[in-house]
């Protein structure tokens, strides 16, 4: 069983910057491929960006080149650095955790508006 926790969301304006993060309960941490969804109003969930176990990022086309994925194995982290933000970044973002099962966290909100 593997839990986690988002923080890091809120309110920033077109242009800016946040960085979501997720902690993860677990000793095998580092098996695991870790990533984040994110689910605007009225839209199906969508996959932003995974690290695999051996740390090879993967994002999503819409994110490529503005948002950066990472992991720290010791402190059973991840991270998501987003950069130039856009309106339609507008969503609750999901940290995952998968292994033979997929783990998922409560969800972080995340509003680029000015």
């Known amino acids: ?3 986690l926790v988002e923080s890091g969301g809120g309110l920033v ?3 800016g910057s ?3 993060s997720c902690a993860a309960s677990g000793n095998i941490f ?3 491929t870790m990533g984040w969804y994110r689910q605007a ?3 199906q969930c969508e996959l932003v960006a ?3 176990s051996g740390g ?3 994002y999503a086309d819409s994110v490529k080149g503005r948002f950066t994925v990472s992991r720290d194995n010791v402190k059973n982290m991840v991270y998501l650095q987003m950069s130039s933000l856009k309106p339609e970044d507008t969503a609750v973002y999901y940290c995952y955790a998968r292994y033979y099962n997929t ?3 409560q969800g972080t909100q995340v509003t680029v508006s000015s």
Do not use: D, H, K, M
């Open 56 to 58: 090879r990022p993967n």
């Open 103 to 105: 783990f998922w966290g």
């Open 50 to 52: 995974y690290i695999t």
């Open 1 to 3: 069983q593997v839990q």
């Open 18 to 20: 946040l960085r979501l």
């Open 41 to 43: 109003p009225g839209t």
């Open 30 to 32: 580092s098996a695991y």
């Open 13 to 15: 304006q077109p242009g």
